[in-house]
């Protein structure tokens, strides 16, 4: 069964693709209670309408082994999927804490004004 690791240590968010098709890219690391987890993944939180805060949430999470040494262990997950026109941001949840993320469309505003120059 899967559950929550126990502590984020850093999110890294981005886009990718193109305006048309957006990507989110976002990866992360964090600690798990013990070692040998298998299955780590990020999950996001389904939501019916988009969150006021424009942040998009997940839960990093993976299957703890039954016999297994209570020593922290480095674990990572990465998600890709559809950038919603609404996320300004990414939250990852863990056990002990979270941690937020800004995302930047690669392709600014600025950009455009500095070609239309």
Avoid: C, Y
């Amino acid at each position: 069964m899967s559950e929550l690791v126990r502590e984020i240590v850093e999110v890294n968010a981005s886009i990718d693709g193109d305006e048309e098709n957006p990507l989110l890219i976002v990866e992360v690391e964090g600690l798990a209670p013990t070692i040998g987890w298998t299955n780590v993944r990020l999950e996001p939180h389904v939501t019916i309408t988009p969150p006021e805060d424009g942040v998009q949430d997940f839960d990093l999470v993976g299957d703890r082994p039954t016999d297994a040494a209570e020593v922290l262990s480095e674990v990572e997950a990465a998600w890709e999927g559809p950038l919603e026109d609404w996320v300004i941001g990414v939250r990852i949840h863990a056990i002990d804490n979270l941690i937020e993320d800004e995302v930047f469309e690669p392709w600014d505003e600025d950009d455009d004004a500095s070609e239309a120059a």
